[in-house]
């Protein structure tokens, strides 16, 4: 029951609370919050989802941290997966909408420089990294695998499921996260475990909050070129008062 739960929650309950954030967020009903107040929800809910995943496991006796011994198919398969997602992240920045590049903004960084930015933001994707792995490629692929008898369709239900949880990026961020899920569960088959995932997730998502910053940076330095400020000079001085 606790697993069928579970499913249940991660295949239906998330995709629709984020079909509705990003509903609300289209139609101009809600705003969205500061960037600090962004990180915040994101840390809670990740520490949220963490626990609960972590408890199902347990009470479900999925196994998720077995003995790791890092090689060179961890590193090949980190390092694959990070040119062929960073690669598509450069090729698709510069034609988001507006409004989609802002929640990428505001949910990620706008200067990678600025310690009040990037302190809380590699909180997040340390622990997006740990938390989405384990829920998504880890609790919720095996609990599949094990109710539907096939792993091939478990893991087409976790893509789905893992791209539509991210439907606050847009329906193309969605469709694009759900291919970032299929490269995530290719390096947790390719491995044999979960680290390699979480490592490739945590860098990956880092990395494209300074890229998604630079790109923020150049468009302002070319906004402010295209229209300098206006110089207004100083205003002559009084003539002496009269004697």
């Known amino acids: 029951m606790v697993g069928w739960l579970y499913i249940a929650a991660m295949v239906f309950l998330l995709p629709a609370l984020a079909a509705r954030s990003a509903h609300a967020l289209d139609s101009g009903k809600v705003t969205l919050p500061a960037r600090s107040a ?3 929800n994101t840390l809670v809910t990740l520490a949220v989802l963490l626990g609960v995943s972590l408890t199902v496991a347990r009470l479900e006796g999925v196994a998720l941290f077995p003995p790791w011994s890092p090689g060179l198919v961890d590193a090949a398969a980190v390092a694959a997966f990070l040119l062929v997602t960073l690669a598509a992240l450069k090729a698709r920045i ?7 590049r802002r929640r990428l903004e505001r949910v990620s960084m706008n200067n990678w420089r600025d310690p009040r930015q990037l302190a809380p933001y590699t909180l997040v994707c340390v622990l997006a990294g740990v938390a ?18 096939s792993q091939m369709v478990a893991v087409t239900v976790a893509c789905v499921a893992f791209g539509a949880a991210h439907a606050v990026q847009g329906w193309r961020g969605a469709a694009l996260a759900g291919l970032f899920a299929a ?6 088959l390719v ?3 979960l680290y390699a995932a979480m490592i490739a997730h945590t860098t ?18 070319e906004a402010l070129t295209a229209n300098p400020p206006h110089f207004h000079p100083p205003p002559p001085p009084a003539p002496p008062a009269a004697p």
């Open 94 to 100: 510069g034609r988001l909408d507006r409004s989609v």
């Open 191 to 193: 491995t044999g475990n």
């Open 204 to 221: 990956y998502d880092l990395l494209a909050g300074v890229v998604i910053a630079e790109h923020a940076r150049r468009r302002r330095a």
């Open 38 to 40: 962004v990180h915040l």
């Open 183 to 188: 490269l995530f569960h290719a390096v947790v």
């Open 132 to 149: 989405e792995e384990v829920a998504y490629r880890g609790v919720l692929t095996e609990l599949l695998t094990r109710f539907t008898g």
